[in-house]
């Protein structure tokens, strides 16, 4: 069964100037959604594909901050979920 994906840009300031945080607020955004049980949409601030960067820095984070975590990627869809 397909999910509705939440986008992690809805809801945040996003700068214009570069260096000013918007990657780590996406992450946050990210982590946040993932914990409520979201499926969430891999989706940078920048207007190109979906950075595979990203989700590297979403999953540092995770297994950083909690260890026990674990992200599945669905490539066609383009969502992370955790396990």
Same mark, same amino acid.
């Given at each position: ?6 986008? !992690? ?23 946040? *959604? ?6 969430? *949409? ?7 594909? !979906? ?33």
């Amino acid at each position: 069964m397909k999910r509705n994906a939440c986008n !992690p840009l809805d809801g945040i300031y996003l700068s214009d100037k570069r260096r000013d945080g918007n990657t780590t607020r996406i992450i946050d955004n990210i982590i946040q *959604l993932l914990f409520k049980g979201e499926t969430v *949409l891999v989706k940078d601030h920048f207007d190109k594909s !979906p950075s595979q960067i990203l989700i590297k820095k979403v999953n540092k984070r995770l297994q950083f901050e909690h260890q026990q975590q674990t992200i599945i990627y669905n490539e066609n869809e383009n969502t992370i979920r955790l396990l």
